[in-house]
């Protein structure tokens, strides 16, 4: 019975892991096709569309100090010169995309 148990948690964990990397691909993908050209591979905004349109970058206080519900209304909505992406990417898209752009302001 034990032998079945660890079998059942060995594959868990992996099947866990594969839905991680599933949303890191999926999540980085979204941000390359969409948020890169302007935000940077980095989130710095060191591009010249970013430099054209002032974007701030993910590490700046005024962006680190929004909540999860900011950005998805920013990247739902769009600010300034950013376009709106509602319509455009799923609401699970643009989830994600907030979740790496966390991994990006940590790095």
């Keep these: 019975m034990l032998k079945h148990l660890a079998c059942y948690?060995?594959?868990?964990?992996?099947?866990?892991?594969?839905?991680?990397?599933?949303?890191a691909e999926s999540a980085a993908d979204t941000y390359k096709a969409k948020c890169?050209?302007?935000?940077?591979?980095?989130?710095?905004?060191?591009t010249p569309a970013g430099k054209a349109t002032k974007?701030?970058?993910?590490?700046?206080p005024d962006?680190?100090?929004?909540s999860?519900?900011?950005?998805?209304?920013?990247?739902?909505?769009?600010k300034e010169k950013m376009p709106?992406?509602?319509?455009?990417i799923t609401d699970a898209?643009?989830?994600d995309l907030v979740e790496y752009i966390h991994t990006?302001?940590?790095k």
Excluded at 68 to 78: M, Q, R
Excluded at 84 to 88: E, H
């Design 36 to 46: 890169q050209m302007c935000h940077a591979p980095d989130g710095s905004g060191d």
């Design 63 to 66: 962006v680190l100090k929004q």
């Design 9 to 23: 948690g060995i594959a868990g964990l992996l099947l866990f892991a594969g839905s991680s990397l599933s949303f």
């Design 93 to 95: 898209q643009i989830t």
């Design 84 to 88: 709106a992406f509602a319509g455009k």
């Design 104 to 106: 990006l302001q940590k």
């Design 68 to 78: 999860d519900a900011d950005l998805i209304a920013i990247v739902k909505n769009g």
């Design 55 to 60: 974007v701030h970058p993910f590490k700046s």
